[in-house]
Structures are given as C-alpha cells and as structure tokens.
C-alpha cells in the first residue's frame, strides 16, 4: 500500500466521531506513520516503544491480544496489532466504543506488512513559538492546548484532586477484569 492509501485508511478513523487522530508503529514501536495534530506526534513517537513493551508483555501473559484500550482523563489510547506492528487511535472519553471498534478493525486488515517496511517517520522539529497575543487584535489571552500524553495526578481514594476539575461525588473503586480475571 502506498503512503497515499495509508493516509486515506488512518483518516478514514477521523470518521467515528470524538477521534482526535491515529499513528501506526513498527514491531519495534517506530513511528511508521501518523495521522496526528503536530502536537501530539513527537508525544507519539516517545511512546511508541512502550506500546510495543505493553503489547510484548500482555502476549506473554495472556496470548494474542486482539485490542487493548488505555482511559485517560479526557481521552482514549486505542490499540490493535496490525501486520507485524501497532495501530493506535487517540479519542476523546466520551467516543463511541463500538464504532471505533469497528473502524479500528477495518483500518487494521487494510494495513500490509509492506506498510510497515517503509521505514520510520521523519518528525521535523515544531516551528518556533510565537507569542499570539502580541499578534491578535483581542487581548485575551489563548488557553493552551492540554498534553494528553503527560501522566495523570492519581486520586487519593477521597476524590479527584483540584486539577482535573472535575465536581461532584467522589468516584467509586470499581473492579477491572481482563478475559474474565480481575486485575485490581
């Protein structure tokens, strides 16, 4: 497949909506290509190998993984093996899981292992920043945007702390299980 129709198989997961972008990694958990706003994709090609660790380490425990979502505050990390590499798709929270199943899974028997072998992205570094207030007729000053990347502050068990701004009740433990066996 050709970078062109890999373009147009990650973008067509923009189509669920809530999807923020996608990024396909080699075995290895090299950025092969990324269909991602440009500040996430230096964020992307950092945890490409721990992705690949992760996969790694749940096929040693549990066998084939066929998908493995990661929940973050605001957002989703989407996981499913491709041909000899990873497929990740970042959502917002509130994205509708079966479709993104479902698009995760049609983008995923699209993708070859001659997807893969044309080598890793080249991320060109980001242009310098400017200051947009001086540059805007309005002095308000622009909310910058939120790394979804960065670790989340842990709740303590008595509520969410004051930095995720979340209000009402403290959230209940609840649970987790993976094929049937609890995890927590």
């Known amino acids: 497949m050709q970078s062109k129709s890999l373009a147009r198989t990650l973008d067509a997961l923009k189509d669920v909506d809530g999807t923020i972008g996608s990024f396909l990694l080699d075995g290895d958990g090299e950025l092969v290509f990324a269909d ?25 425990s549990e066998g084939d993984v066929s998908a493995c979502n990661l929940r973050f505050a605001s ?13 990740a798709v970042m959502a917002a929270a509130n994205v509708n899981d079966s ?57 303590s068990g008595a509520g969410a702390p004051e930095s995720m701004g979340r209000a009402g009740p403290p959230r209940k433990e609840r649970a987790v299980f993976f094929r049937g066996k609890r995890i927590n």
Do not use: C, H, Y
């Open 36 to 60: 991602l706003p440009d500040e996430l994709l230096e964020g992307a090609r950092k945890v490409g190998p721990r992705l690949a660790r992760l996969r790694d380490a749940l096929a040693l």
């Open 75 to 87: 957002s989703k990390l989407s996981l499913a093996p491709t041909a000899g590499g990873i497929l």
């Open 99 to 155: 479709a993104l199943r479902t698009a995760v899974n049609l983008a995923r028997r699209r993708i070859t292992a001659d997807d893969l072998a044309t080598g890793p992205v080249e991320v060109t570094p980001p242009p310098p920043a400017i200051d947009l207030n001086q540059t805007l007729i309005s002095s308000a000053p622009l909310p910058l945007a939120e790394n979804i990347f960065a670790e989340q502050p842990k709740s």
